[in-house]
């Protein structure tokens, strides 16, 4: 089983829909990451949390350390929010070293 | 700032010969990864570089070799490529925070596409 495990792995929207996509990890963190693979390959970082709730624009990111799950929420998604979403987890006093979930691939619809 | 670079962006090796993926950040910052990424599988981590001077071996170390030159490069070096190090290579550095060095979010390259034949 791996520590990261992200779901679902490939998900389809209309524009304009609410779009969730869910990160479980079986570790102890630190932190964890959200990141963007764009369709042309590099790789950008949206967020990183330890509690709660962060908000970027129609981003959304919530973490409960309890259960272990996190979610990213894509408010009135838009083609181009099509791209891989990648949840990673640090673990350990720095939390710089990296675990990471496949991806989930977004695709989204005119 | 360019942030993270490297290079080349694409390299075809025959099974056996050498190369070395070049990487570096004008962020000044003190941390800095190597990764794979390989279809159906999540980034792995192959080697890092907490802070100038030091290296430490990742999750997938086999078959590599790295040199943290100075605090801007990091490099990756493959001995005797094989078929099985066919990859897309990530760099990626963070700055770290604080006394105790908490990291921060990571930058990364555009990524370097590997095939050995």
Redesign the interface.
Known sequence: KNEVEQSPQNLTAQEGEFITINCSYSVGISALHWLQQHPGGGIVSLFMLSSGKKKHGRLIATINIQEKHSSLHITASHPRDSAVYICAVGQGTSGSRLTFGEGTQLTVNP | NAGVTQTPKFQVLKTGQSMTLQCAQDMNHN?MYWYRQDP??????IY?S?SEGTTDK?EVPNGYNVSRLNKREFSLRLESAAPSQTS?Y?C?S?P?EGI?????????G??TRLTVT
């Open positions: 941390s159906g599988m999540g980034l792995r981590l890092y907490a990742g897309v990530f990626a963070t770290l105790q060095g908490f990291a921060l979010e990571q930058y990364f555009p990524g």
